[in-house]
């Protein structure tokens, strides 16, 4: 079982900049790929930013140019760095990860409040 445990949400006026971190209770090189999702009121999770074992990352067109995904092996975390925040940024934020073997995993986080607002 894989525990993903998010933090550094929080409140941010427009323009400003948090840092998410996701803790990961097993090595971050045995998950295959992890990200970052998030859900807007109403709505489905979508896809924010991810990562893959190897280092290759991928975002959704709305944040690209804005926010970083990267990960630290060492203390098994991925962060996602967010600049220029704008108010339709303002979501609740979940951590995932994806182990493909032996067979496929889903694991997510709790999830972090963003809130963009001046």
């Known amino acids: 079982q894989v525990q993903l445990v998010e933090s550094g949400g929080g409140l941010v006026q427009p323009g400003g900049s948090l840092r998410l971190s996701c803790a990961a209770s097993v090595s971050i090189f045995d998950i295959n790929v ?6 807007f009121p109403g709505k489905q999770r979508g896809m924010v930013a991810a990562i893959t074992s190897d280092g290759s ?38 951590c995932n990860g994806v182990i493909l073997t032996p067979s496929p995993s889903l694991y997510w986080g709790q999830g972090t409040q963003v809130t963009v607002s001046s």
Do not use: C, H
């Open 34 to 39: 992890m990200g970052w999702y998030r859900q």
């Open 57 to 94: 990352t991928n975002y959704a067109d709305s944040v690209k140019g804005r926010f970083t995904i990267s990960s630290d092996n060492a203390k098994n975390t991925v962060y996602l760095q967010m600049n220029g925040l704008k108010p339709e940024d303002t979501a609740v934020y979940y």
